[in-house]
């Protein structure tokens, strides 16, 4: 298995600001992925974040609004840009081996725009 | 055991008893199954799988069943014991993309 670290676990922020999310995992993974879970709701899948090429955006996510950053195997940025009070969430990265095996995930950021 | 219909969010029990969680899943594609289990205030935290390829997987305490006829997955827990209250996620997975989540049943266990 593997340990995922977000760093914050959370903030708050002003409205217009951006905010950048860190994940570390503590062994090589091959895939990342972000996610967003509303409170009371289900994840939702921001993108898959590619090593040293862009992410890979979900219907509904863009990469100006969500930038991503992935150097290497074991780290991950999710930046939420120009924030508004619907972007306060949970947003969570999540670690694997392939598309099909187990996903470990990290403790999440709770993030609440004002 | 109580059962939880398809789609209700919560299912209560008590101490001792089996717990059944359903999930309906939506792609006749998807080949791997995943149980969650997210305590509050964490991340999802891997309980159990399955592949396509089987239709009953045992672990400690857990059973999954896979049905792909109706494209239903279960998920149940035995003895069912106070620090087994959380949410419950179901994800598929389609060969080549990422976990997509279901909604989640909320398990709550008294004593």
């Known amino acids: 298995s593997a340990v995922i670290s977000q760093k914050p676990s959370r903030d708050i922020c002003q409205r217009g600001t951006s905010l950048t999310i860190q994940c570390q995992v503590d062994?090589?993974?091959?895939?990342m992925f972000w996610y967003r879970q509303q409170p009371g709701q289900s994840l939702t899948l921001i993108a898959t974040?590619?090593?040293?090429?862009?992410?890979?955006?979900e219907s509904g996510f863009v990469i100006d609004k969500f930038p991503i950053s992935r150097p290497n195997l074991t780290f991950s940025t999710l930046t939420v840009s120009n924030m508004s009070p619907e972007d306060s969430s949970i947003y969570l990265c999540?670690?694997?081996?392939?598309?099909?095996?187990?996903?470990?995930f990290g403790q999440g950021t709770r993030l609440t725009v004002v | 055991g109580e059962s939880v219909g398809l789609h209700l969010p919560t299912l209560s029990v008590q101490e001792g008893d089996n717990s059944i969680i359903n999930c309906a899943y939506s792609n006749s594609a998807s080949d791997y199954f995943i149980w969650y289990k997210q305590e509050s205030g964490k991340g999802p935290q891997f309980i159990i799988d399955?592949?396509?390829?089987?239709d009953k997987r045992q672990g400690q305490r857990v059973t999954v069943l896979l049905n792909k006829t109706v494209k239903h997955l279960s998920l149940q827990i035995a003895a069912t014991q106070p620090g087994d209250s959380a949410v419950y996620f179901c994800a598929e997975n389609i060969p080549g993309t990422a976990l997509i989540f279901g909604k989640g049943t909320t398990l709550s266990v008294s004593s």
């Open positions: 999540s670690g694997g081996q392939s598309m099909n095996t187990e996903a470990f």
């Open positions: 399955i592949r396509s390829n089987m």
């Open positions: 974040a590619n090593q040293g090429s862009e992410a890979t955006y």
């Open positions: 062994s090589q993974v091959t895939m």
